[in-house]
Every structure is written in C-alpha cells, then in structure tokens.
C-alpha cells in the first residue's frame, strides 16, 4: 500500500496570503494524483487531477504541481472560502490511499 | 446536474448487518465506475469499495474484504454496499461517488452508519 504524507498537519495563514500544502508518497505515482478540499459538514470537491489540472470551476489562485513522490498544492490570495482541509490522493495503484490532510485556518 | 445520493445509514449493533444504497443521476451510469469511501469521526477520508461500469470487477480496502459486498444496478442507476459483521471500526460517515479508476469525480453528502450497542 502507499502511504501519503501530507505536511503540515494545520497551517494558519491569513487571508490574501499564499498557503504551500505538501504531499509524499511512499513510492512513486507518476502523476497520479489528485487534491480534494473539505469543508466541515461537507463532503470533498475534487480540486485536481493528474497532479496539476485543475477540475471544473476550481479558481486560478489554486495550483498544483510536483511528479513521482513529491507534490505541491499552494493557493495564492487566501480568500475567506478557501479555509477547510485538502487531501491528496493517489491513484496509481490500489487500493487508492489518501493523506491524512491539511487544515487551513484563518491566522 | 451530475449527483449521487446516499440513504440507508444508521445505528446498528456490532455484528448486525446494513445495506446502503446510492442514487445517481445526470450522467450515464452505466459508463462509470463507481465507489463508496468513508471517514470516521473527526478523521480522514478512506476509499472503501469500487465496481466496475459493467459490474464485472470489485475492490475492496483489506479490513472489509469477505464482509462488505458492493453491487450496483444499471436498470435503476443505483449502486448499494451491502455490510456485515459490522465492527465499531467501521463507524463512519459514507460516501458514495462517481468515479475509483482514478479520481473521484463527484461525492453525495454522505450518510452516516454507527456501530454500538
């Protein structure tokens, strides 16, 4: 199975400044990835796939990047919506794993 | 509007068994595969299940394998997750979405089940 590893675990950042979330995968996945956001009492919405294309509706100010174990989500311009947790998700092989996510709280 | 919505959830006592169905609409049900991820409380996301657009293939995550079956049904665009021997582990909110071959593309708000006596 791979492990992800997102990092931090919560990261405060105050509105209309940049957040970078990070994400590690135990072994390579190609660009298989994918990064959901969660606010509380809600289910996830897809952010990205294949690492860095942005799904339908997902602002600029979110991008994505990174390939093999390594893996960047940075919001530029933290506007007061974007404040919820985003996890990765890889899907290269099964079973389909997850990070643990990153909380992004106002500061 | 792509949407899938879950029902069937509820307190069920350890050992007991639960069936959660899914209803999907807005998109060709019978071209997708389909999958139920679940969080505990206060946790993280974790996939489940998935089955393939034809129904052919199943996965399972190791800790339901031989005790949760999912299954779906094209005539009537639902997909249902059968559960048995249900453990206080398993207490979480469940989801059902579209898509497992790689990304889930669409998520319902998810119906919660609970595991206690």
């Known amino acids: 199975e791979i492990v992800m590893t997102q990092s931090p675990g919560t990261l405060s950042v105050s509105p209309g400044e940049r957040a970078t979330l990070s994400c590690r995968a135990s072994?390579?996945?190609?660009?298989?990835l994918a990064w959901y956001q969660q606010k509380p009492g809600q289910a996830p919405r897809l952010l990205f796939s294949?690492?860095?294309t942005r799904a339908t509706g997902i602002p600029a100010r979110f991008s994505g990047s990174g390939s093999g174990t390594e893996f960047t989500l940075t919001i530029s311009g933290l506007q007061s919506e974007d404040f919820a947790v985003y996890y990765c998700?890889?899907?290269?092989?099964?079973?389909?794993?997850f990070g643990q996510g990153t909380k992004v709280e106002i500061k | 509007e792509v949407q899938v919505l879950e029902s069937g959830g509820g307190l069920v006592p350890p050992g007991g068994s639960l069936r959660l169905s899914c209803a999907a609409s807005?998109?060709?049900?019978?071209?997708?595969?389909m999958s139920w991820l679940r969080q505990a409380p206060g946790k993280g996301l974790e996939w489940v299940s998935s089955?393939?657009?034809?129904?052919?293939?199943?996965n399972y995550t190791d800790s339901v394998k031989g005790r949760f079956t999912i299954s779906r049904d094209s005539s009537k665009n639902t997909l249902s997750l059968q559960m048995t021997s249900l453990r206080a582990d398993d207490t979480a909110i469940y989801y059902c979405?579209?898509?497992?071959?790689?990304?889930?593309?669409?998520w319902g708000q998810g119906t919660l089940v609970t595991v206690s006596s």
């Open positions: 979405a579209q898509g497992g071959a790689m990304i889930f593309a669409v």
């Open positions: 807005g998109f060709t049900f019978s071209d997708y595969v």
């Open positions: 089955i393939s657009a034809n129904g052919g293939t199943t």
């Open positions: 072994q390579s996945v190609a660009s298989n």
């Open positions: 294949g690492a860095s």
């Open positions: 998700q890889q899907y290269n092989n099964w079973p389909r794993t």
